[in-house]
């Protein structure tokens, strides 16, 4: 993508300063755009005068920053050390309003290269259907263990369905599921990161399944259900409102930190 940069530009350089393709200079004190770049944005976001343009997103979609509006490191970290993998659930769903508060944390995200290829599903509506089909398959995957050797890690999930059909280990009753699907792991586990951060600030709260984002990956017809495009789902976090309250952080390991 090469930026473009209007009229408004005074010469000032702080984009160029800032940029980390290289890609602008200045030419007859005002500057240019030379190469393409990763479209990171940072010259937009430094610019006092907003001259560099970007093509292919909203301009209108920023938003002034004031740092000190920034929440504090003390309820940064409370809020870290209070959220908990949450594995019971109130009988309620999640507000369209909070789901999209999640999509803009994730959306704002850092990205490897700016890629910015994450795609956030919630299955909520339809989350019936969508325990049939993964029910359905894992039972089905089950008589082929020859052809699908990680089926053996859902042996003790379909034991208990098949025991009590209303378990509902896998799912853990919550009202929703999110699913982050991107080729680039360490993304997706950033972005749900800063997704599950945005639930607990609006009551809500996740956990994190992995044996979702296998089952999502390996049940046949699941990908397409979820519409994954062809794309693997690199994250899984069931989502709704705690049917549990902790009344203080869970003991931790120390710190393994070398300082040089
Ligand atoms: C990548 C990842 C996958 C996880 N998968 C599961 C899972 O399948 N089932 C589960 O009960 N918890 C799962 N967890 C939650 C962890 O067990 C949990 O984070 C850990 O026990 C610490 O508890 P806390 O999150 O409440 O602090 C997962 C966590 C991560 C980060």
């Known amino acids: 993508m090469m930026v473009r940069i209007n009229d408004n530009c005074t010469g000032c350089g702080r984009c160029i300063v800032d940029c980390i393709s290289d890609a602008i ?30 093509s292919g997103v909203d301009m209108e979609d920023v938003e002034e920053i004031n740092p000190a509006a920034f929440v504090d490191s003390k309820a940064l970290l409370h809020t870290i050390k209070g959220r908990r993998s949450i594995r019971k659930y109130q009988e309620r769903s999640i507000e369209e309003d909070k789901l999209d508060l999640l999509f803009e944390a994730g959306r704002y995200t850092a990205t490897a290269v700016n890629y910015q290829d994450l795609r956030f599903i919630v299955v909520q509506e339809r989350l019936a259907e969508f325990k049939e089909l993964i029910w359905n398959g894992l039972a089905e995957m089950a008589k082929s263990p020859e052809k699908y050797p990680d089926i053996e890690r859902y042996a003790g999930h379909l034991k208990k369905k098949a025991e009590n059909p209303a378990d509902d280990y896998l799912f853990r009753n919550a009202p929703a599921i999110i699913f982050v699907v991107t080729d680039r792991p360490v993304d997706a586990g950033m972005a749900a990161q800063n997704m599950e951060l945005a639930a607990v600030a609006q009551g809500l709260g996740v956990m994190y399944n992995g044996y979702m984002v296998r089952a999502a990956n390996m049940v046949p017809g699941a990908a397409e259900w979820l519409q994954t495009m062809g794309r693997p789902v690199s994250a899984c976090m069931l989502a709704g409102y705690p049917a549990v309250t902790y009344l203080r952080s869970a003991p931790r390991k120390e710190a393994d930190v070398i300082r040089k």
């Open 25 to 54: 200079m200045i030419k007859d004190g005002r500057a240019k755009a030379v190469r393409p770049c990763i479209a990171c944005g940072h010259c937009y976001a430094i610019c006092p005068v907003k001259a560099p343009v970007l």
